[in-house]
């Protein structure tokens, strides 16, 4: 064989073995394309994360947000990428920067990620497979975990915050240096009949809490002494439920716990304690 031959060979031999050694995933989610240095402290200060926290981000490319969220905030971490040299450059930067230990990367599909475990979940993806990820999200993420996405929102969730700000990097990236970082913070599960203990003051009779829910927007009523009054001003963030019933001044909020909701009625300085448990 000619030596051009041979290379060419020995070359495309490489580039198969390189290719086998990538994850073939049930979609690829995007290019690499790092998450500029800005746009990585702007979606870890966002979502708050601390000691407590364990991020995971999805495509983690070279580590880079899980690597920040453990040296900067002492977070641990775990990132998963198909592709196996930036699997390995991510592990060995870790390994550098001595956060071996609270960190790591996997070779492994986003879509087949247990992710139950994070308190803070990132992603850079293409906006096709963040809506994808829609449904594994609300299912398995904890009520009160925080969702960040750096550009692309996930259509029919309500964020609990963006914030938007230009970076000339993402110009050749993006064509527009217009950058975006949504957040979402994963909702109890509230939808159902809430058997509630309100305060004397409003029936001394239980009532029942009727919520419907569409992932993080609630609506309902409450059923009074035989009458049903919708609720106004209804949010959910995480765990933490808020509400008014129609016409009536008083601010109700609440910590969803399971099926048990404790919380507290203020009327002007006073706070008095309402309860609800589900289906009861
Ligand atoms: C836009 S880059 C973001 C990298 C990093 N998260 C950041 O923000 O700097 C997207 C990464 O997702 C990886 N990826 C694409 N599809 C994937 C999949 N199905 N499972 C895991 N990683 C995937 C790509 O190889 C790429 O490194």
Known sequence: MKPTRVAAAF????????????????????????????????MLQY?????????????SGDGRIVRTAAKVFGARGMGVEIK?????????????????????FVKQDLFKTDISQATVLTMYLLPDTVNMLREKLATELKP??????????????????M???????????????????????????????????????????????RLRQQLTRVSGSVVLDGKEIPLEDVRLRGEELAFRIAGRK???????????????MESGANKTAWTASLGS
């Not at 930036?86 to 790591?104: M, P, S, T, Y």
């Not at 599960?189 to 509630?196: F, L, M, R």
């Not at 008083?250 to 507290?264: A, D, M, N, W």
């Open 11 to 42: 070359f495309a031999a490489v580039a198969i073995r390189a290719l086998a050694a990538d994850v073939v995933p049930l979609k690829n989610a995007g290019p690499y394309v790092p998450s500029p240095d800005a746009a990585v402290a702007a």
């Open 47 to 59: 979502a708050h994360v601390g000691p407590n926290d364990f991020l995971i981000d999805l495509g």
């Open 84 to 104: 196996e040299s930036l699997v390995r450059q991510a592990n060995e930067e870790a390994k550098k920067e001595g956060i071996a230990d609270k960190v790591r």
């Open 144 to 161: 009160g975990t925080r969702i960040v996405s750096h550009d692309y929102p996930l259509t029919g969730w309500l964020p609990d915050d």
């Open 163 to 209: 914030k938007q700000f230009d970076l000339p990097e993402k110009e050749a990236i993006s064509g527009v240096q217009t950058t975006i970082v949504w957040l979402y913070v994963v909702p109890a599960k509230v939808e159902g009949d809430w058997s509630a203990r309100l305060p004397a003051s409003l029936s001394r009779a239980p009532a029942t809490l």
């Open 250 to 264: 008083p601010l109700f909020t609440g910590q969803v716990k399971g099926r048990s909701i404790e919380g507290t």
